[in-house]
Each structure stands twice: as structure tokens, then as C-alpha cells.
């Protein structure tokens, strides 16, 4: 699986939007870039997902960059909720043999903290 | 409402015991998976399945078994717990295809 690489923690005032950086320069042409989230002692969550094009959906936005070779989630005004490790994730389309199948390779990810 | 379980919660185990962690989810979704988290880390996987019978290793699956006899189980088996292994298991399940995964609560395991 191609690597991903995301800052160790990044802080945020509460009710301000908060930008998560995600780099993947070895992407391929079947790579979506996945995102997942832990709350503290719960297990990860899913957020977002998107292939070339912008997505959003009511947890988060997701901006891709013309090259694919970074992205960036968007939280548009964060919440004490909020606060939890972000995992960016690059997942294959799944191959004709193995075609049921959608594998996760989990990295650090970024701890979000998040100010009152 | 559709739900994946995890029993026990938390357990506390001796060197060299056989230990046996439940994962069950009413879904009907195929794919399973099994993850252990280490203070500091992100998640590995141990095995995973994609249906009844079909079970893989994973990236971390030394020391560790499942069996998927049906659709809603993969129970994860220590045949003998190593201090190594303690740590926190998170069990996860998706539909097939593409779809996105759904995480349990976790079992915190302590091999003492």
C-alpha cells in the first residue's frame, strides 16, 4: 500500500475550521484516499473518502490537489467533540481476485486538539 | 439498530494461557477484520476474512488464529499469550466491495 504522511498533532480553537494535511506523493491511478478518525477510547470511525474530486458530507470535506499527490480534510468549525486522532488512508480498488475485499494500512495519524 | 460487539471488554490473562476474544456484528456484512493498537501506535491488522471459511493473515499474525464459521462471528485466538500481546483489539466489519468499515468497541488485553 502506497504511504501516507500526516504532522503528529495539530490544535485548534473550538468553533474555528481546522485543515489536516495529508501527503501520499507515491499515489496511484486506483488509490482513494480514505479518512478515518479515534475518539479517545473508542475504536476509529470513518469520515470521508474521494478519489480526484472535492467531497463533502456533514462530518467533513475533503480536498484532493490536482496531482492527488496531497490532500487536505477540512472540519469547518471544530468541536471539544472533534478532538481525536485523524488517520489518512490510501486504499486500492479492489483487484478482480480478491474483489471483496478492502484491507486498511493505518499509519501515526494527526492528534487533533482542540482549545475552548 | 445494526451493531459489532466485542466481548470480553477487558481481560487479564497469565503467560501461556489460551485466550479467546469474541467479535460479533449483525450487519451481515462479509468482511471481517481483527486490529491491535500499542500505546502510541496506530492499528495493525492480524487477520481478516471475507467470507465464511475465508480467513488471511495479516501484517501482525504471529501467535494469533480466527476462524469464520459464519457470517456474524471471527472470534481471535491466542493459543499461548506472550506478554507481547498486550494490547488493545479492535474488531472491524464491511460489506463487500468497497464499503467502509465499522468498528467495534475494543477488548483491552492484559498478559501478565
Known amino acids: 500500500d502506497a504511504k501516507t504522511t500526516q504532522p503528529n498533532s495539530m490544535e485548534s480553537n473550538e468553533e474555528e475550521p481546522v485543515h489536516l494535511p495529508c501527503n501520499h506523493s507515491t499515489i496511484s491511478g486506483t488509490d482513494y484516499i480514505h479518512w478515518y478518525r479515534q475518539l479517545p477510547s473508542q475504536g476509529p470511525e470513518y469520515v470521508i473518502h474521494g478519489l480526484t474530486s472535492n467531497v463533502n458530507n456533514r462530518m467533513a470535506s475533503l480536498a484532493i490537489a490536482e496531482d492527488r499527490k496531497s490532500s487536505t480534510l477540512i472540519l469547518h468549525r471544530a468541536t471539544l467533540r472533534d478532538a481525536a486522532v485523524y488517520y489518512c488512508?490510501?486504499?486500492?480498488?479492489?483487484?478482480?481476485?480478491?474483489?471483496?475485499?478492502?484491507?486498511?494500512?493505518f499509519g501515526g495519524g494527526t492528534r487533533v486538539l482542540v482549545k475552548p | 439498530d445494526a451493531e459489532i460487539t466485542q466481548s470480553p471488554r477487558h481481560k487479564i490473562t497469565e503467560t501461556g494461557r489460551q485466550v479467546t476474544l469474541a467479535c460479533h456484528q449483525t450487519w451481515n456484512h462479509n468482511n471481517m477484520f481483527w486490529y491491535r493498537q500499542d500505546l502510541g501506535h496506530g492499528l495493525r491488522l492480524i487477520h481478516y476474512?471475507?467470507?465464511?471459511?475465508?480467513?488471511n493473515k495479516g501484517e501482525v499474525s504471529d501467535g494469533y488464529s480466527v476462524s469464520r464459521s459464519n457470517t456474524e462471528d471471527l472470534p481471535l485466538t491466542l493459543e499461548s499469550a506472550a506478554s507481547s500481546q498486550t494490547s488493545v483489539y479492535f474488531c472491524?466489519?464491511?460489506?463487500?466491495?468497497?464499503?467502509?468499515?465499522?468498528f467495534g468497541p475494543g477488548t483491552r488485553l492484559t498478559v501478565l
Open positions: 488512508i490510501l486504499r486500492d480498488v479492489p483487484r478482480l481476485i480478491k474483489a471483496a475485499g478492502n484491507k486498511l494500512t
Open positions: 472491524a466489519s464491511s460489506p463487500r466491495g468497497f464499503g467502509e468499515q465499522y
Open positions: 476474512s471475507y467470507g465464511v471459511q475465508d480467513t
